[in-house]
């Protein structure tokens, strides 16, 4: 009888983890574009954040035993980017004249408050747009949104009071914490 | 449960992202961008060979400044392009009262109660204090030095051709421009670690970032000069106690054995503290790769900053509480010192000159002297015996400071 246990050598490791990454990569990237597009606000920025994150990932592949925390990886590597002074300038100076369409601009069902408040988050400071989108979108606890950006829960807190107190102040009257019945 | 603004946050959210089904990266495109960043590690890795090739940086070349659109003229380093510079030896006298006066800096300077970037080209209104200022893209990066409620310490900022803040800026331990103003590097904090970012003024590369461990905010890096074309020694104040040095400018930062703490860096070397004694501190440079033993030490001069080429180290007082009283011009590569400017102190008199010094090529230092009770004073000073007070005036009792340190 021979054995059954068969070593695939350096290439047919190479070949599993490609399969691998492929498989994750086709099943994943929808989400995680959303993501990117709502950290980095149009899709140039978006395609870049991504492909960086999922080169990371690429190179990291071997080392991450638990793939339940691939998602979790991919976000942490886009938030830091997005959140890096040099890029944003890079990417200001690089997409100046991007007229790329944005598909995700059209919403039939739109009164126009998405619209309005979609471009408040926008203007937002990095960091508080990150708790944002981690927190109202992914719909992450305080505890995920800490251990994605590297922060404690108190600071992740302080982060979204601020910027749910930026929105207020820039939005619509609508969103008057007295109208809204917002107030507490 | 969700306020009613939280819930029209998440819809926004949802209505603007969840349209889009776009997957427009391939796996080989990934690949791609993992091989670029395999090579940066890399990179960084072969800074030995680098270091050793570029140990003469090209001077006099104009710094590539901001854009055209600007109306505001580029900080340019200008550096002499005098082949063979006179050097004398001895000690120089620096009397402010006494010297010649040339009407105009070789750099740029800032009037810090202006606050205003004082060039050769005119003055110009900053939106607030700058301890360092330098053309980045089509604006200008500077640090800037906050004392408010919110805000204090020294940030990053990235200003437009208007001079006006561009972005909220993030803290920072400095910005060093490499001394033909073909690379800056600085660092900034993002909330969880460090990096330093280096990045081509002209912006024909993309910017390289290299990531700390995570830490805290007061464990700062903070950048000392160029030691190749393309990377940065950096001190880090891990446990604020314990600072170490790297090398950066890749993926992955590369420490550098062999000082207590680093102070500046030039071409392939860098200078810092080696011993701490019951005497007092001594001083070295050591290879920027290999690090390890110094070539040369000192105990009378702490070191730092190196001319453009790195051939000469500038020494000052090892002691000095209001400022060092001499500045002594040093062979960098022997120690071996070539020629010390001494300032004109009368007795019971307490100045001298600030550290924060910018080098003009090989061939002079533009330095702040300060006597009793006068008015501070940016002072040339040349190899050749030379002293020369930059008769700019100054806005306020501050007076004036180099734009940009060497």
Redesign the interface.
């Known amino acids: 009888m021979t054995a059954t246990l068969v070593d695939m050598g350096p290439h047919g490791r190479h070949a599993d983890k490609d399969a691998d990454f492929s498989a994750y990569m086709a099943a994943r990237q929808p989400a995680l574009y959303r993501t990117a597009y709502l950290l980095a606000g149009d899709h140039a920025s978006a395609e870049d954040l991504l492909q960086n994150a999922f080169a990371k990932l690429y190179l990291s592949w071997d080392k991450i035993r638990d793939h339940g925390a691939l998602d979790g990886y991919v976000r942490r590597v886009m938030v830091n980017e997005n959140n890096s002074l040099w890029r944003r300038a890079w990417k200001r100076r690089e997409h100046s004249t991007d007229t790329m369409p944005e598909t995700g601009a059209v919403d039939t069902y739109d009164d126009g408050m998405g619209g309005a408040l979609w471009s408040y988050v926008q203007t937002l400071p990095p960091k508080q747009r990150s708790v944002i989108v981690l927190r109202y979108y992914e719909q992450l606890s305080e505890a995920e949104i800490a251990d994605v950006l590297g922060i404690s829960v108190g600071t992740v807190k302080s982060q979204a009071s601020r910027a749910l107190a930026g929105l207020r102040a820039r939005a619509p009257r609508s969103l008057n914490p007295h109208e809204s019945g917002d107030a507490s | 449960m969700n ?4 819930d ?18 391939s ?1 080989t ?3 791609h ?2 091989r ?3 090579r940066r590690r890399a990179a960084v890795a072969g800074v030995a060979v680098a270091a050793v090739l570029a140990i003469a940086i090209p001077v006099g070349l104009s710094a590539t400044g901001p854009g055209q659109r600007s109306d505001v003229p580029p900080a340019t380093r200008t550096s002499s392009p005098s082949p063979v510079p006179t050097v004398t030896s001895g000690t120089v006298t620096v009397d402010p009262d006494s010297a010649d006066v040339v009407e105009q800096a070789p750099v740029p300077l800032l009037d810090v109660d202006g606050p205003t970037l004082v060039t050769a080209d005119g003055t110009f209104d900053l939106p607030h204090d700058f301890s360092t200022i330098t053309p ?3 604006g200008w990066a500077g640090v800037g030095v906050y004392d408010e409620a919110d805000k204090s310490g020294d940030y ?1 900022e ?1 200003l437009g051709p208007d001079l006006r803040v ?5 803290p920072t331990g400095g910005l060093v421009v490499r001394p033909d103003g073909g690379r800056i590097a600085w660092s ?1 904090y ?4 460090w ?1 330093v ?1 280096v ?1 081509d003024p002209a ?1 024909g590369s ?2 390289v ?1 290299t ?1 700390f461990q ?1 830490s805290s905010l007061d464990e700062k890096v903070i950048p000392l000069g160029f030691v190749s074309d393309d990377t940065v020694a950096v001190r880090a104040m891990y446990d604020s106690g314990d600072p170490k040095t790297f090398v950066a400018g890749g993926d992955q930062p590369v420490e550098v054995p062999g000082l207590l703490q680093a102070d500046a860096a030039s071409a392939g070397v860098i200078a810092g503290s080696t011993e701490i004694g019951p005497d007092g501190t001594c001083f070295g440079v050591v290879d920027a790769v290999a690090g390890g033993d110094p070539g040369w030490t000192t105990c009378d001069h702490r070191l730092g900053p190196f001319s453009a080429t790195g051939t000469y180290v500038v020494g000052t007082s090892t002691e000095a509480e209001y400022g060092s009283p001499d500045i002594t011009v040093l062979d960098a590569a022997t120690g071996e010192e070539v020629l010390t400017f001494e300032a004109a102190l009368p007795k019971r008199t307490v100045g001298g000159f600030w550290t924060q010094m910018t080098w003009v090529g090989d061939e002079a230092i533009v330095a702040r002297i300060s006597i009793g009770n006068e008015d501070p004073q940016m002072m040339l000073l040349g190899l050749d015996g030379s002293v020369q007070r930059i008769g700019v005036a100054a806005s306020g009792v501050s007076g004036l400071t180099v734009a940009v340190p060497s």
């Not at chain 2, 306020?3 to 939280?6: H, I, K, Q, Y």
């Open positions: 306020t009613p603004l939280e029209q946050v998440h819809d926004a959210l949802h209505r603007r992202a969840d349209p889009i089904q776009h997957a427009p990266l796996v495109d990934v690949r961008r993992a670029r960043i395999q980045y893209l089509d990053i990235l561009d972005d909220e800026g993030s900034e993002d909330g969880t670690r990096r970012v990045a912006g993309e910017p970032s990531t995570p």
